[in-house]
């Protein structure tokens, strides 16, 4: 689980972010919305970065992150054929329906996981429609693997490309059976749980701050739908049926 991985690409693909190409000694095998846990070798810094696995491009694993602080700031200087010290893939990633229709929702860098489900959804023979939103154009990422979904829509916040406003006003209804893959902002997903309350197969993947990443710190807990229930977002997510979560 745990492997030293050499950096191939660490560069600014659009405002503010970056795509990290990672190679280790031996494949490593995932689902999308696994993620990976990374060493920030900066003093102060005690805590891993969580990041999930965007898709892979042959032996490579490819994250796709967004500037926030200090960790991802360290993350966005190091150089190629610098090593990475990685824990993964960690938790449970979405799982893909055969044969039949998907609704993708990602807000921001929360697309990220969903690329490469898009791929995988395409190989079990499911049809993908693709809603995601920014901020504004210039932090549109990886707009040719947007465009690998059958049905894409784009919007903008600031109406800079495509349409503007929140993604989810631009979202029709969905047939209850239809699967919903989601990633985003806390609130964006508690929104879509909102909308779609009577969905059995709503998937949602919880990017919330995390500890030690693999359950041992009790530092990520969510609320089951029980009363006196609770999830570990690290080690039972961060893919959630929105059915097994409370998530106010
Ligand atoms: C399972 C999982 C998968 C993730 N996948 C990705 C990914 O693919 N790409 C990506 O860019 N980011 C992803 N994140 C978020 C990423 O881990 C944080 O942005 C990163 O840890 C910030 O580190 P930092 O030291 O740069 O920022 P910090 O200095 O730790 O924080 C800077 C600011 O960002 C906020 N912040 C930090 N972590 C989070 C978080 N997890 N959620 C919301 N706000 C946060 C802080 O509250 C603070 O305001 C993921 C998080 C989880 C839990
Ligand atoms: S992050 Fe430590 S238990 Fe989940």
């Not at 032996?59 to 200090?70: D, H, P, R």
């Not at 993604?167 to 047939?175: A, E, K």
């Amino acid at each position: 689980m745990k492997h030293t991985m050499r950096i191939c690409e660490n560069k600014e693909i659009a405002a503010d972010i970056y795509r990290l190409s990672l190679e280790g000694n031996e494949k490593i095998t995932y689902q999308p919305g696994q993620f990976i846990n990374i060493r920030i070798n900066e003093a102060g810094l005690f805590l891993r970065r969580p990041f999930s696995i965007s898709y892979h491009q042959g032996s490579q694993l490819i994250i796709l992150y967004k500037l926030e602080g200090k960790g991802t700031d360290w993350l966005s200087k190091q150089a190629v054929n610098q090593s990475l010290d990685i824990l993964g893939p960690l938790g449970h990633g979405f799982k893909p329906i055969q044969n039949g229709q998907a609704v993708l929702i990602g807000g921001g860098i929360g697309i990220a996981p969903l690329l490469g489900l898009i791929e995988e959804l395409h190989r079990q023979n499911t049809t993908v429609h693709l809603y995601a939103g920014y901020q504004s154009q210039p932090m549109i990422y990886e707009s040719h693997r947007l465009e690998s979904a059958d049905q894409l829509t784009l919007e903008t916040m600031d109406g800079s490309t495509a349409n503007r406003g929140s993604i989810l006003s631009w979202l029709p209804d969905i047939d209850v059976n239809t699967a919903i893959y989601s990633c985003g902002p806390r609130g964006f997903l508690r929104a879509l749980m909102d909308r779609f309350p009577d969905h059995h197969n709503l998937y949602v993947s919880l990017e919330e701050r995390m500890g030690c990443g693999v359950g041992l710190c009790y530092g990520c807990t969510c609320h089951g739908r029980e009363a006196d229930e609770s999830r570990l977002i690290c080690t039972d997510g961060p893919v959630f049926n929105a059915k097994e979560i409370n998530y106010d």
